[in-house]
C-alpha cells in the first residue's frame, strides 16, 4: 500500500500541492458568481438583455435562412450586395409573418407539458 507522496524531493513540497489546498482561488469564483449573479436581477440587465436576444435570433435567421455563414462571391462589392439581398429577404419574411398573423418561431415546450393534456384525459 503505497500512498501518493506530497513531495518531490527529499525536502521540498509538490507545486501542485499549494495550488490544490489554497482556500482563495475558490473564494474569488464564488463571489465573482455571486455577482454575476445578483446583477443579473437587475431590470437594466434584463433590458440590455432583450436587445442581445433580439440581436442574436436576427443573426440566426440570417444564417439559417439565407446560408449567411459563407459567402456565394468574391470580392468586397459583391459580398456587401449579397449581406443587403439577405437582409431585404429576411424583412420581407418577417412582414409576411407579421401580416399573415403566424409568428416565426413556434413556443418551445418540455415533453412534459406536452403530455399534460393526455395525462388529464
Do not use: F
Not at 440587465?45 to 456565394?72: F, K, M, N, P, S
Amino acid at each position: 500500500m503505497s500512498a501518493v507522496p506530497d513531495r518531490c524531493g527529499p525536502c521540498a513540497p509538490a507545486p501542485s500541492a499549494a495550488a490544490a489546498t489554497s482556500p482563495c482561488a475558490p473564494r474569488a469564483i464564488q463571489e465573482t458568481l455571486d455577482a454575476a449573479r445578483a446583477e443579473q436581477t437587475t431590470p437594466a440587465w434584463h433590458d440590455q438583455y432583450a436587445l442581445r436576444c433580439g440581436i442574436e435570433a436576427t443573426i440566426h435567421q440570417a444564417v439559417t435562412v439565407t446560408g449567411l455563414r459563407r459567402a456565394r462571391y468574391r470580392g468586397i462589392k459583391k459580398v456587401h450586395l449579397e449581406h443587403i439581398v439577405c437582409a431585404i429577404a429576411i424583412n420581407l419574411i418577417r412582414l409576411h409573418a407579421w401580416w399573415n398573423g403566424h409568428p416565426l418561431a413556434r413556443k418551445r415546450t418540455s415533453q412534459l407539458a406536452r403530455l399534460e393534456p393526455t395525462l388529464t384525459a
